[in-house]
């Protein structure tokens, strides 16, 4: 888990399963607001 700057967090994971391209690092990127999550991207 890293800050991604600008009241956003970013957090990696790895997975792996029977799909094309397994294993994958999937990027989980949370904007926060107010300590909620506002946002969520996801990229490949």
Do not use: Q
Not at 9 to 19: D, E, M, Q, S
Not at 38 to 43: C, F, G, M, P
């Amino acid at each position: 888990m890293r800050s991604g700057g600008r009241g956003k967090t970013v957090v990696t994971n790895r997975v792996a399963g029977n799909f094309r391209g397994s294993p994958v690092n999937l990027e989980f990127v949370f904007g926060l607001e107010r300590n909620k999550i506002a946002s969520l991207e996801i990229h490949a």
